[in-house]
């Protein structure tokens, strides 16, 4: 082992309550159960959480008018069509699914009927889960209410983070973009995926995602570029200026998972130039935004402890180390951001490829850790930044098999791409948490 400085980031203040969508839900709390026929032991569970989701839900600001109904339905293609295809004719805002004992493509149908084909945002729960915390809901209702409340439009948490900044002004306004690519298969008939998401509110708490599928040529890999990047970031800043009152960001955040080191030259080399294209696309006269590029990687060897003359003990969140280990002249850091509940904790890797805003190292890894606590799906910091986070769940939410660890130096010229359509409805909410 080596000794190494570190230090640990303030923790931001996160505002929660008041941001919830307060308002009354009339028909949320649908809900629809695919397994087996339900006996009576199934019957008093499901009866027994439908009677108490309501009050559990209100406790965390999520409020459904009446009790939910329990429709159950058995698990073949043509019952999940019918019952989606119900949520929408009735104008569900989102149904509540309960699954016990299904295959993994029951799922995978009723995400692509809700997300593709009807746009009704849904929260699939595992019967399973409900039978093991039968008379203590409250915590895991807890977790599902970050979810629902976002998929219906609501914020869980704000933070600010100009605040982490030393030199921000009331005028900034950020944007921050996460990408990631899900492999699959070295097969045109099973693509890789790729996922940008950005941030559309002026909290930079809500975010919209774009998705395209990469058919590599017969016999030939995945490869990490996004190709269609351009057009996926278009889209992404005019949904930005939709939402912000015409008003588009002068400061752009992108935060790319999963590129090895020798990639970086073609990161700089392709696609730096890409988004700068699609900012003059939308942007037209007006100034353009400046541009941080951050790479992350969380698959390194490195792992660090806390020594205090004696014992060893797992760094704390917020621990960020620069000095000793780093690249002597690139521009990167470790940031442990994720207290470990089991095991050893793991810190991921920061490279800023390129920097526009002139962020000092304080800067940037102070705004890394605070965007690490804006993740709508739980109350603590996550172990990547939010954005890079959501990139990564929307890629897993529609992709269609196992990642592929295999690579091969190819071109663009070799990969055909498919961006992904998903229902107006849905299309920029956070369907994907």
């Known amino acids: 082992m080596m000794k190494i400085k570190a230090r640990i980031l303030p923790l931001p203040e996160v505002k929660y309550g008041g941001q919830k969508n307060n308002e009354v839900a009339e028909r949320v709390a649908e809900m629809i159960y695919f397994g087996p026929k339900p006996d009576e032991g199934i019957l008093y569970i499901l009866k027994d959480f439908q009677n108490q989701l309501p009050s559990l839900l209100a406790d965390f600001g999520v409020i459904f008018k009446s009790a939910p109904t329990v429709f159950a339905k058995p698990s073949r293609n043509e019952d999940i069509e019918v019952a989606m295809k119900q949520t929408s004719n009735e104008n569900w805002q989102i149904a509540i699914v309960i699954l016990n004992n299904v295959l993994p493509e029951v ?7 809700s997300n593709q084909k009807l746009g009704v945002p849904t929260q699939c729960v595992s019967f399973q889960s409900l039978q093991r915390n039968v008379g203590k809901y409250r915590m895991y209702v807890q977790n599902l209410s970050q979810k629902i409340n976002t998929k219906i439009g609501g914020i869980n948490g704000i933070v600010n983070l ?3 900044l030393s030199h921000s002004s009331n005028e900034d306004l950020f944007m921050f973009v996460g990408a990631d690519i899900t492999h699959t298969t070295c097969s045109t008939d099973q693509p890789s995926t790729a996922a940008v998401v950005g941030s559309c509110d002026p909290t930079c ?7 395209s599928e990469q058919y590599p040529k017969i016999a030939r890999c995945a490869v990490e570029i996004i190709k269609e990047l351009d057009k996926m970031i278009i889209d992404l800043l005019q949904v930005y200026e939709r939402t912000c009152g015409n008003c588009l960001p002068n400061r752009l955040v992108f935060y790319r998972d999963g590129v090895d080191d020798e990639l970086f030259q073609k990161v700089l080399d392709n696609k730096i130039n890409k988004i700068k294209d699609a900012c003059q696309v ?7 935004p400046r541009l941080t590029f951050v790479i992350i990687k969380k698959s390194h060897h490195t792992r660090f402890f806390a020594y205090d003359g004696q014992y060893t003990k797992n760094i704390e969140a917020g621990t960020v180390i620069d000095q000793d280990i780093i690249h002597p002249t690139q521009f990167d850091f470790y940031l442990c951001s994720q207290a470990a509940i089991m095991g050893t904790s793991r810190s991921a890797l920061y490279h800023v490829l390129h920097d ?9 890894q102070q705004l890394t850790y605070w965007l690490c606590h804006t993740d709508a799906r739980c109350t603590k910091s996550v172990s990547v930044s939010a954005p890079v986070h959501y990139a990564d769940l929307a890629a897993y939410a529609a992709r269609i098999d196992d990642v592929l660890d295999e690579t091969e130096n190819i071109s663009l010229n070799d ?3 498919k961006v992904m359509i998903f229902n107006d409805k849905i299309q920029n909410n956070m369907w994907f948490v």
């Open 356 to 364: 526009e805003n002139k962020f000092s190292s304080d800067d940037i």
């Open 107 to 113: 799922y995978e149908s009723i995400k692509q009927w």
């Open 282 to 288: 939308v942007y037209g006269n007006r100034k353009l």
């Open 205 to 211: 708490s809500r975010y919209a995602a774009r998705l």
């Open 415 to 417: 990969i055909e791409t």
């Open 162 to 164: 100009k605040a982490a």
